[in-house]
T-cell receptor
Framework: GNSVTQMEGPVTLSEEAFLTINCTYT??????LFWYVQYPGEGLQLLLK?????DKGSNKGFEATYRKETTSFHLEKGSVQVSDSAVYFC???????????FGTGTRLTVIP | ETGVTQSPTHLIKTRGQQVTLRCSSQ?????VSWYQQALGQGPQFIFQYYREEENGRGNFPPRFSGLQFPNYSSELNVNALELDDSALYLC????????????FGSGTRLTVV
């Protein structure tokens, strides 16, 4: 089947620390991969995406590389800020599919 | 109109009752999906509507139903509410064919007591 497994949280980091949130997937076809972010009281926002192997998605200092050989799409940021505190979801969709498959989410808290 | 608006933001219902949640999609987005997000979990796909017809459904029973209207609004209806239906319900809209162009609303928090 299709599924996404995320690193369990919560994750607490000091400001300017390096962030990695692990994500691996299983898919019956060739997926596109996404990271969504959910700030308190808000809906999901697309953070970045990658649609084929070896693509690197990037946005707001966050990066993730589509690794087909390890079926992974780990999220990284070199220096986190307090404003990055949120819940991060890894997700996939298949070409022609109607829906996204989400991981369980990882809560990140950045302390000053 | 930009963005996706959902109403109400919070709702409390009693087991066995019926509920209707509403979503106003972004203008031009002819596809709307509904997701259920239980506490501490990722969103789970309920169903999708395109041009007022259901064209995809997740693993949810028939008591979860929907409607989509020509004015880019839609509804999620849940009959015979159960305690496990307590969750955040998210509406997401996009243009058909743009698989990554989802815009999500802030959700409706449903509590079933």
């Amino acid at each position: 089947g299709n599924s996404v497994t995320q690193m369990e949280g919560p994750v607490t980091l000091s400001e300017e620390a390096f962030l990695t949130i692990n994500c691996t997937y299983t898919a019956t076809g060739y997926p596109s991969l996404f990271w969504y972010v959910q700030y308190p009281g808000e809906g999901l926002q697309l953070l970045l995406k990658a649609t084929k192997a070896d693509d690197k998605g990037s946005n707001k200092g966050f990066e993730a590389t589509y690794r087909k050989e390890t079926t992974s799409f780990h999220l990284e940021k070199g220096s986190v800020q307090v404003s990055d505190s949120a819940v991060y979801f890894c997700a996939l969709t298949l070409t022609g599919a109607n829906n996204l498959f989400f991981g369980t989410g990882t809560r990140l808290t950045v302390i000053p | 109109e930009t963005g996706v608006t959902q109403s109400p933001t919070h709702l409390i219902k009693t087991r066995g009752q019926q509920v209707t949640l509403r979503c106003s999609s972004q203008s031009g987005h002819n596809t709307v999906s509904w997701y259920q997000q239980a506490l501490g979990q990722g969103p789970q796909f309920i169903f999708q509507y395109y041009r007022e017809e259901e064209n995809g459904r997740g693993n949810f029973p028939p008591r979860f139903s929907g409607l989509q209207f020509p004015n880019y609004s839609s509804e999620l209806n849940v009959n015979a509410l159960e305690l496990d239906d307590s969750a955040l319900y998210l509406c997401a809209s996009r243009e058909q064919g743009v698989s990554y162009g989802y815009t999500f609303g802030s959700g409706t928090r449903l509590t079933v007591v």
